[in-house]
């Protein structure tokens, strides 16, 4: 645990990635991205593969700990995407990661910074009920407003890692474990702030209309993908994709139902134009620098693998920032 501690006092380094969330969508309905050589699909197989050679490095265990793994925009539509594939709808908030150690819970932004200390009823994270054996850390997003950490994925769990676990397996074990400890999903002295799992869905058409008919519990800001197989890996990867509701239709073909999620915002057309301006003039100089990149070193780097962020932002003034800003 003092590894754990050492790396989350550290500072992270903020994610340049050129497809990074925090810049607008690549490509929406009427613009048709010619990517680059090596596509998206194509780095997700390559992922996936590598996952499986590669075996648990203990020596960069705890530095590991202190990352939080973070979306590309979905630019490249995946042939599997029904079958190997499921969807959460994430909430307006902070991304969060929390880590319950030795009798207290600590609260800390993708840049490092411990925003809050507090008791919990996770596992080590009061001093009533834990162990020194105990201790959990969460992906999670914060809302103020609900005052409420929503549980987007588990990397530890009563000091049992599982970063080398599928998506599917960490989202099972996820929903088994929250509602055993209970009154973790309520706000008391002893848990200030409630502790609540994010849903999941599969992909499939139907199974989409019917997520973005629904009604949540809180302001959605977008649709996080997820690959089943992927591991939880540090930084931004392929194998987590990331929409905003009214996307789905344009990006991702499938027929939605009209409603509040799928509604258009009037900036959308701004965006649009951004991008194509954009990608116009850097398209030709990142295929050359991605080439050379993955012949000379056997591997895609995803910090060359996304739409550098542009000078303004695709938002109107009035319109809040997603989580994947924050």
């Known amino acids: 645990m003092e590894e754990l501690s050492q790396a989350l006092a550290s500072s992270f380094s903020v994610s340049q990635d050129l497809n990074s969330t925090a810049a607008p969508h690549p490509r929406l309905s009427q613009y048709k991205s010619k990517y680059s050589s090596l596509e998206q699909s194509e780095r997700r197989r390559r992922l996936l593969e590598l996952q499986k050679s590669k075996r648990l490095d203990y020596v960069n265990h705890a530095r590991r700990l202190a990352e939080l793994m973070l979306s590309e925009w979905l630019i490249d539509v995946p042939s599997d995407l029904g079958r190997e594939w499921i ?46 054996k105990d201790y959990t850390i969460l992906d999670c997003i914060y809302s103020e407003v609900n005052q409420t950490y929503y549980v987007l994925d588990v990397m530890c769990w009563r000091g049992h890692p599982f970063y080398d676990c599928q998506t599917d397996f960490r989202f099972y074990w996820m929903h088994s474990k929250l509602p055993e400890e209970e009154g973790l999903g309520e706000k008391t002295k002893l848990n ?32 996080l993908f997820y690959h089943k197989q992927t591991h939880y890996s540090p930084g931004s990867t392929p194998l987590v994709g990331w ?29 649009l134009q951004q991008i194509m301006e954009h990608k116009k003039s850097q398209k030709e100089g990142m295929k050359e620098k991605l080439t050379h990149t993955a012949s000379e070193n056997g591997h895609y780097e995803l910090e060359h693998l996304s739409t550098p962020k542009l000078k303004s932002s695709p938002h109107s003034p009035d319109h809040p920032g997603s989580l994947m800003e924050n």
């Open 243 to 271: 929409l905003r509701p009214y996307m789905v239709s344009d990006v991702l073909g499938v027929a939605v139902p009209a409603g509040p999620l799928t509604t258009k915002p009037d900036y959308a057309g701004h965006q």
């Open 87 to 132: 969807v959460v709808v994430c909430p307006v908030g902070k991304r969060a990661l929390i880590v319950a150690s030795r009798g207290s819970t600590s609260a800390y932004t993708k840049s490092g910074y411990c925003v809050n200390r507090f008791s919990s009823l996770l596992p080590g994270g009061n001093r009533r009920n834990s162990t020194a």
């Open 192 to 223: 200030p702030f409630k502790f609540v799992g994010l849903k999941n869905f599969p992909c499939t058409p139907e199974s989409l209309c019917d997520v973005l008919s629904m009604d949540f519990p809180f302001e959605v800001d977008g649709l």
